[in-house]
Every structure is written in C-alpha cells, then in structure tokens.
C-alpha cells in the first residue's frame, strides 16, 4: 500500500502556523502572502486525509492531530537545514555554516570570547547559535555541535568530556557578607521555581530553611541578571561570577556539573565542523 506524501513545501507553512498561532504571524516569518500559507495548510490537509485546525472567528486552534504531528514536522525541517548546511560547503573547505547548540547561559557568557577566536582562525565560518536549555537532537541534524551537561545517550556520537563546571553562591560586593550558614537563612536569596535543585542543594550542606526568598526563577540567565543587579544572593559558575565581578558567599557550597562537547561522528569528518569542534574542546575549559 503506498503512503501519500505531503509536498515537503507545505510543512513550513503547517509549523509556522503552529508556533506563530495564525496565519498572518506565520506569512510574516516565511515572508508569504497570507493566502499562500491558507492554501498550503489546505492542501496538507487534503493530501493527509485530515484536519490540522479548527477555525472560528478568533482564529485558528490545533487539532490532536495538528500537536501529534508538530514534532515531526520539526524533525523533517532540521533534516532539510542540515542538508542545505551540508550542501553550502566543500567537505574539506573551512567555509559554511556549522550550527552549535548550547545552554542559554553558556551562549550569552561563554560562547562569544570563543565564537571572536574563530572569526580569527576561520573567517568564512558562519556559526549559528542554538540557545537552549532543550537538548537538541543531533542525531536529527538539529545541531552539528552540542555543548551538554548531561551525558550524551544518542548512538553514533563523538563525545569529549570537559572539565566540570564549578557551581556557587554569589552576591554583588554589598550583599555578600554572610557571616556562616545560619546567617544564610535569613539572606535574601534568589531560588529555582519549578525544578527545585537549589533549596536540596543547600539544605545538604546544612543551610536552614530559607525565610528570605526574594527570586523564584528557573532560567538561570534571569538569576544571574538578578544577582548582578543586587536583588539577591543566587548561584552562578565560579568563572563567570569572577569575570562579572560578583563576590563569593560562602565558599563551603559547591556544586560541580559534568559536562561534554558532543557532535554526530558523521559530521565529525567535515572540517569546518571538525575545526569549531576543536577550539570549543580547546577553548571551553578556560571559560566554563
């Protein structure tokens, strides 16, 4: 029995639609008239046999069917990107695009001393930056490079482990004398939301239960930025808060994270990738 297969020009209409919530954000973002991107939701729709939206008045809203088929629309468009990533570039040329992922951390505080080394080494590299805290799938070409802090479980990857990164409580100078542990209990302190690390965490090193939380955040960009506006005592990575110029508190607490730098071992051959590939294995150490 043959599958019908829906035009791969449809597809970016159907996941623009999704992410952007309308028509008109999705026509925006392909640069298409709003008609084109209706016409091509139709005809995917027609090709599979099945509803992707409801429509009404205020718009469209995703079928079951529409959320159950957005992942693999991802998928076929990160496959297309890495095709054309691929097809851009000699083998062994050090030219083209190679697209890193990275925390969001690590891509606003880490990555640019690296990213300017390499305009130096290797000025016709194009570099795109994928600031995430998802992992990214690269195994399905959503990267060519991953910068991870949990281990890598994807067949067929090269992984490079890098020294751990060290983890502390920081503060702006005026905030960080804290005289003891106890003392720590009533500071203000800047804490995960959801995810709850940072409360166990102290809590395994005597700290009390804290009665001063001025800052719930999960994003750790945003509790760096609190920290360095002097909202409150948070964690950060002992190199950057030394280049930030925040203050140590307390330097019995210590949390350290594995990390690596991985990258698919077919796309490991390229050189362009090969050579951001090293100099992040090189450089990465000195900045994390």
Same mark, same amino acid.
């Given at each position: 029995?043959?599958?019908?297969?829906?035009?791969?020009?449809?597809?970016?209409?159907?996941?623009?639609?999704?992410?952007?919530?309308?028509?008109?954000?999705?026509?925006?973002?392909?640069? $298409?008239?709003?008609?084109? &991107?209706? %016409?091509?939701? =139709?005809?995917?729709?027609?090709?599979?046999?099945?509803?992707?939206?409801? %429509?009404?008045?205020?718009?469209?809203?995703?079928?079951?069917?529409?959320?159950?088929?957005?992942?693999? /629309?991802?998928?076929?468009?990160? =496959?297309?990107?890495?095709?054309?990533?691929?097809?851009?570039?000699?083998?062994?040329?050090? =030219?083209?695009?190679?697209?890193?992922?990275?925390?969001?951390?690590?891509?606003?505080?880490?990555?640019?001393?690296?990213?300017?080394?390499?305009?130096?080494?290797?000025?016709?590299?194009?570099?795109?930056?994928?600031?995430?805290?998802?992992? =990214?799938? $690269?195994?399905?070409?959503?990267?060519?490079?991953?910068?991870? #802090?949990?281990?890598?479980?994807?067949?067929?990857?090269? +992984?490079?482990?890098?020294?751990?990164?060290?983890?502390?409580? #920081? /503060? &702006?100078?005026?905030?960080?004398?804290?005289?003891?542990?106890? /003392?720590? %209990? @009533?500071?203000?302190?800047?804490? @995960?939301?959801?995810?709850?690390?940072?409360?166990?965490?102290?809590? +395994?090193?005597? &700290?009390?239960?804290?009665?001063?939380?001025?800052?719930?955040? @999960?994003?750790?960009?945003?509790?760096?930025?609190?920290?360095? +506006?002097?909202?409150?005592?948070?964690?950060?990575?002992?190199?950057?808060?030394?280049?930030?110029?925040?203050?140590? !508190?307390?330097? !019995?607490?210590?949390?350290?994270?594995?990390?690596?730098?991985? !990258?698919?071992? @077919?796309?490991?051959?390229?050189?362009?990738?090969?050579? !951001? #590939?090293?100099?992040?294995? /090189?450089?990465?150490?000195?900045?994390?």
């Amino acid at each position: 029995m043959s599958i019908s297969l829906p035009p791969l020009d449809h597809i970016p209409a159907f996941h623009s639609v999704m992410t952007h919530g309308s028509l008109s954000g999705a026509a925006r973002v392909l640069g $298409l008239a709003q008609p084109t &991107v209706r %016409r091509h939701i =139709e005809a995917m729709e027609s090709n599979l046999e099945t509803a992707l939206f409801t %429509r009404a008045a205020n718009g469209l809203t995703p079928t079951a069917m529409a959320h159950t088929l957005m992942p693999i /629309a991802e998928a076929v468009l990160e =496959e297309a990107r890495a095709l054309g990533r691929v097809a851009t570039a000699h083998r062994d040329a050090l =030219e083209g695009v190679v697209r890193v992922t990275s925390s969001r951390v690590v891509a606003t505080h880490v990555l640019p001393p690296v990213l300017a080394a390499l305009r130096q080494s290797a000025p016709a590299i194009t570099t795109e930056i994928a600031a995430t805290d998802r992992p =990214e799938n $690269l195994a399905r070409r959503a990267a060519d490079i991953a910068i991870r #802090f949990t281990p890598p479980t994807q067949q067929a990857l090269v +992984a490079q482990k890098l020294p751990d990164v060290a983890l502390g409580l #920081f /503060a &702006v100078p005026g905030l960080a004398d804290i005289d003891g542990l106890a /003392a720590l %209990r @009533d500071a203000p302190l800047i804490l @995960d939301d959801r995810e709850g690390r940072i409360g166990p965490a102290l809590a +395994a090193i005597g &700290v009390p239960s804290p009665q001063n939380v001025v800052l719930r955040c @999960d994003d750790a960009l945003a509790q760096i930025g609190a920290i360095c +506006a002097g909202v409150g005592i948070g964690v950060c990575q002992v190199r950057l808060a030394d280049r930030l110029g925040l203050r140590r !508190v307390l330097p !019995v607490f210590e949390h350290r994270m594995p990390a690596w730098i991985v !990258v698919h071992e @077919d796309q490991a051959q390229i050189a362009r990738i090969r050579h !951001v #590939f090293d100099l992040l294995k /090189a450089r990465l150490p000195r900045q994390m």
